[in-house]
Nanobody
């Protein structure tokens, strides 16, 4: 079992930045791939970014490409999402997720076994 807890959400102006953090606890010895998803009001959960165990491989969703970056620090069991040039349409609840490597597609929410409770990001124009 892995427990994930997100932090860093809040309010920002359009064009601003926020950095989300996710700390993992429990079976952190397994080499999980990690990702961030978001869910806007009335919408399905959307892939934002993913990162492999070593951090060398990253994938960014089309809607945030060039503005968001994902990183991890395995020594601290942390995953980060740096969000720059924020837009009002980035307003959503952001979730951290973990999956066993090689299981499912990185952009599919169903491939992820463990989820955090989410952190709300609100961007005003």
């Amino acid at each position: 079992q892995v427990q994930l807890v997100e932090s860093g959400g809040g309010s920002a102006q359009a064009g601003g930045s926020l950095k989300l953090s996710c700390v993992a606890s429990g079976r952190t010895d397994r080499r999980y791939a990690m990702a961030w998803f978001r869910q806007r009001s009335g919408k399905e959960r959307e892939f934002v970014a993913a990162i492999g165990w070593s951090g060398a491989s990253t994938r960014i969703g089309d809607s945030v490409k060039g503005r968001f970056t994902i990183s991890r620090d395995n020594a601290k069991n942390m995953v980060y999402l740096q969000m720059n040039s924020l837009k009002p349409e980035d307003t959503a609840n952001y979730y951290c997720a973990a999956r066993d490597p090689g299981t499912g597609n990185y952009y599919t929410a169903g491939a992820y076994v463990y989820w955090g409770q989410g952190t709300q990001v609100t961007v005003s124009s």
